[in-house]
C-alpha cells in the first residue's frame, strides 16, 4: 500500500470513529461505517485526479460520482 493509500485508510478510521457511539466502536457497525467513507474517500481522490488530469475531466467526475452513489460536496 502506497503512503496515500495509507493516509486515506487513517482518515477513514477516524471519520467513522467520529460516527459511533462508544457501544458501536469496534463492532459491525463501526466496520462498515469505515468501508463506506474509505470507498467514498478512494472515489473522491480518484475524481480529483480526473480533474487535474483530462480535459474532459468534469464529466468523467461527475460519471464516477454517480456510478458508485457519492456526493459531490
Do not use: P
Not at 486515506?8 to 459491525?28: F, N, R, Y
Not at 466496520?31 to 488530469?53: R, S
Request: one cysteine or more; hydrophobic letters at 40%; charged letters at 35%.
Amino acid at each position: 500500500m502506497n503512503e496515500r493509500m495509507a493516509e486515506l485508510v487513517g482518515k477513514a478510521w477516524e471519520e467513522a470513529d467520529k460516527e459511533v457511539s462508544e457501544k458501536d466502536w469496534h463492532t459491525w457497525v463501526h466496520d462498515e461505517i469505515f468501508q463506506a467513507k474509505l470507498v467514498e474517500l478512494v472515489v473522491k481522490e480518484c475524481a480529483a485526479q480526473l480533474d487535474d488530469g483530462a480535459e474532459d475531466g468534469m464529466w468523467a467526475r461527475g460519471v464516477l460520482y454517480r456510478h458508485f452513489g457519492v456526493e459531490d460536496k
